[in-house]
Every structure is written in C-alpha cells, then in structure tokens.
C-alpha cells in the first residue's frame, strides 16, 4: 500500500509570501494529483501530473518521480488561497483506479 | 455543467436508523467512488465502481452498501447508522488515468 506523506501540516503566511507545500510517497505511481478543499467546501483537482513541472496562474506543481517527491508552490499568496491543500497518488498498472490521500495541509493566509 | 451531484448536503440520523445517499455525474466517466473524511485521516475509500456494473470493497467498506444504478449513479446506503459513521462523505468520478472530479460532500451525523 502506497504511503503518503505531506508537510507541514500546517502553515501560516503572510500575504504576498511564496508557499511550498511538500508530499512524499513511498511505491511508484503512475500520477500525482494536487486537491484545493476550502474550508466546509468541496474538493476541487488543481492538478495531474506523471513528471516534470505544471502551472496553473500562481500555482506550480513539481515532481520527482525518482525521488516520489513532489511540491505545490503558490506565488504572491493571498488570503483567498487558504485552504486545505491535499496530494493524492494514483497507483501504477492495474491499480490506477484507485487514488491513496495525504492527510493534507492546512494553509492560512493572513492579510 | 453540474459535474458531480450530491444529496443531501447535510443530514442527521439516530443509530439504527437507515439511509442513503445518492450521488449522480454527467461526465459520462466510467469509474465512481465513496470515501469519507475524518479529522486527522485523510480521505479514505468505501467502495468504488471501476465500471458499470461492478462494484468493489475500499478500505472501509464495513457498514455500508452501494449501488451501481447505471453509469451516471452511485448511491452509498448505511443500513443501520452507528456513531462511528459520523463523518463527511465524498463522491468522486474519473476517467481512469484521469483527474477526479468531487462532489460537494454530504455531512452526516448519527446520534
């Protein structure tokens, strides 16, 4: 069973600061997605990725597929991007059906 | 675009009693899934369906039962609700290989 792990656990910024949000797991994959759960809301996919670099506005998202490492960094943070931010790893081959989840981080982003 | 449909939103049920909840995409995407969240665990997987058809046990199946009413609905049943199962409940669809697409989420309490 793949493990996944994510740090910090929680985070708190200042507005305008730069935010990595870390995610390590432990079988290989065949993709890593990056999950936005505001809080009491829904979860919403911010992305897929199998390798290198993906960007989405002041999102970027990173992986290391030989180091199973991946990041999530949010650029010029604002207060509206606090949230839960949670790494999901899809398994590789017959078992790509079914996604295993971090525990997630929380992020609070203060004006 | 309604994506992912949920009901209800939230719901309070006394220990024994039954219930079920229903959750319905127009992606046309072959797989769903259940999985409830808890504080501190992460999302975890009830039962999926990896196609019409099928249905299969996650990790924490055990009080539960679903439904594959045909490709666009799933629908998670609690036959006689235990405290325990308080918890936020999620449906998810997805190509397979593909990013998932989550519903709004039900609340549920068992007292």
């Known amino acids: 069973k793949n493990e996944v792990e994510q740090s910090p656990q929680n985070l708190t910024a200042q507005e305008g600061e730069f935010i990595t949000i870390n995610c390590s797991y432990s079988v290989g994959i065949s993709a890593l997605h990056w999950l936005q759960q505001h809080p009491g809301g829904g979860i919403v996919s911010l992305f897929m990725?199998?390798?290198g670099k993906k960007k989405h506005g002041r999102l970027i998202a990173t992986i290391n597929i030989q180091e199973k490492h991946s990041s999530l960094h949010i650029t010029a943070s604002h207060p509206r991007d606090s949230a839960v931010y949670i790494c999901?790893?899809?398994?590789?081959?017959?078992?790509?059906?079914?996604?295993?989840f971090g525990k997630g981080t929380l992020l609070t982003v203060n004006p | 675009n309604a994506g992912v449909t949920q009901t209800p939103k939230f719901q309070v049920l006394k220990t024994g009693q039954s219930m079920t909840l229903q959750c319905a995409q127009d992606?046309?995407?072959?797989?769903m899934y259940w999985y409830r969240q808890d504080p501190g665990m992460g999302l975890r997987l009830i039962y999926y369906s990896a196609s019409e058809g099928t249905t299969d046990k996650g990790e924490v199946p055990n009080g539960y039962n679903v439904s594959r009413l045909n490709k666009r609905e799933f629908s998670l049943r609690l036959e006689s609700a235990a405290p325990s199962q308080t918890s936020v409940y999620f449906c998810?669809?997805?190509?397979?290989?593909?990013?998932?697409?989550f519903g709004q989420g039900t609340r549920l309490t068992v007292v």
């Open positions: 992606m046309n995407h072959n797989s």
């Open positions: 999901a790893v899809s398994g590789s081959g017959g078992s790509n059906y079914k996604l295993t």
């Open positions: 990725l199998s390798s």
């Open positions: 998810a669809s997805r190509f397979r290989g593909a990013r998932a697409f």
